[in-house]
């Protein structure tokens, strides 16, 4: 019997058969970008080899299936431009294979199951497009592997920032357009691996605080469209920062002048910011340079968890 079945984008419509948990030795299965609909069938938690499970971008509704927590073999699972809803079962936590987990562009809602901090092997984590409204409950010392995550699109708590300080590991983390209305905390000087943070379409206010120069790696900066005011700090500890946003928010003053020497970077929208000519833009090859090692999985851990990504966005395009 085959143990792959990929018959992504082919356009089969109406609801998975439940006898789809008779495919017991499969171990890598796409569905991925049909017109499927309808629930997830629980006999889904009887495929106990898989590895790989693509379910993105179909019309599947409800929650998901406790049973999922059968498939303990996983390592990738995407379910991302569906329809469900509901909160995640607290049974992903037994999920403990995972590296990469994908469920943006629903409609799950709060709680966070406490469950995902059992996913010791887990790099990325998207949630992007919800309706989450609450902390992600992880402490100290959960998640040590993760290294991308993408929250935003939701209604996360001011709080977020502050309560993810010890995911020391992210180098990506995005959390634009959340609405979140408060200070960027002092806590951000903890991320001191990111190269990629995205806080735009929030309504941050205050300063933007020195503590972001502790952000040594950092080479992709948007804080476009908050409520920041006062002068641009001169960031001469980011001597990789090569994409700089502060459009549209409340700042003054000049700009520093080594920072008219990133690549890219955007002022315009800021009243009381003394002009330059424009955004500096970068050339198409300058800005692949800079933003995609700041947002490629690591090809030798994700395999091909990468390759179906890679796919996923060339026929979104």
């Known amino acids: 019997m085959l143990e792959v079945i990929?018959?992504?984008?082919?356009?089969?419509?109406?609801?998975?058969?439940?006898?789809?948990?008779?495919?017991?030795?499969?171990?890598?299965?796409d569905l991925s970008f049909n017109s499927l609909d309808g629930p997830i069938p629980p006999t889904l938690g009887l495929l106990s080899n898989l590895t790989h499970l693509y379910l993105g971008g179909n019309s599947f509704i409800g929650s998901i299936p406790p049973k999922i927590g059968n498939l303990t073999n996983l390592t990738c699972l995407s379910m991302e431009g569906n329809e469900f809803s509901g909160s995640i079962p607290s049974e992903i936590g037994n999920l403990k294979s995972l590296i990469e987990l994908r469920l943006s562009t629903n409609s799950f809602t709060c709680p966070i199951p406490p469950s995902l901090a059992?996913?010791?092997?887990?790099?990325?984590?998207?949630?992007?497009?919800?309706?989450?409204?609450?902390?992600?409950?992880?402490?100290?010392?959960?998640?040590?592997?993760?290294?991308?995550?993408?929250?935003?699109?939701?209604?996360?708590p001011c709080p977020i920032l502050s309560s993810l300080a010890h995911l020391?590991?992210?180098?990506?983390?995005?959390?634009?357009?959340?609405?979140i209305d408060c200070a960027i905390p002092l806590e951000i000087r903890y991320f001191k691996s990111l190269t990629d943070l995205d806080l735009s379409f929030n309504n941050f206010s205050g300063k933007i605080p020195h503590a972001l120069e502790s952000l040594v790696m950092l080479n992709y900066l948007n804080l476009r469209n908050n409520s920041l005011h006062g002068s641009?700090?001169?960031?001469?500890?980011?001597?990789?920062?090569?994409?700089?946003?502060l459009l549209y928010n409340h700042l003054t003053g000049n700009i520093p002048n080594n920072l008219l020497y990133v690549r890219y970077i955007a002022v315009y929208g800021n009243d009381g910011l003394k002009k330059i000519d424009g955004p500096r833009r970068?050339?198409?090859?300058?800005?692949?340079?800079?933003?995609?090692?700041?947002?490629?999985?690591?090809?030798?851990?994700?395999?091909?968890?990468?390759?179906?990504?890679?796919?996923?966005?060339?026929?979104?395009?």
Do not use: W
Not at 123 to 141: F, T
Not at 232 to 245: A, I, Q, R
């Open 118 to 156: 059992n996913l010791k092997s887990l790099i990325v984590l998207d949630l992007h497009e919800n309706r989450l409204d609450c902390a992600i409950p992880v402490d100290k010392g959960d998640l040590k592997s993760l290294t991308h995550l993408y929250l935003s699109s939701n209604n996360f």
């Open 282 to 317: 970068m050339s198409r090859s300058m800005l692949m340079t800079v933003l995609i090692p700041s947002m490629a999985i690591p090809m030798i851990v994700l395999g091909s968890c990468f390759i179906f990504q890679h796919r996923t966005k060339s026929m979104q395009s």
């Open 232 to 245: 641009v700090p001169n960031f001469e500890k980011l001597l990789n920062l090569s994409y700089l946003d």
């Open 6 to 29: 990929d018959i992504h984008n082919n356009q089969i419509t109406s609801p998975v058969p439940p006898d789809l948990g008779n495919l017991k030795k499969q171990i890598h299965l």
């Open 168 to 179: 020391t590991s992210l180098t990506v983390l995005h959390l634009d357009g959340n609405e």
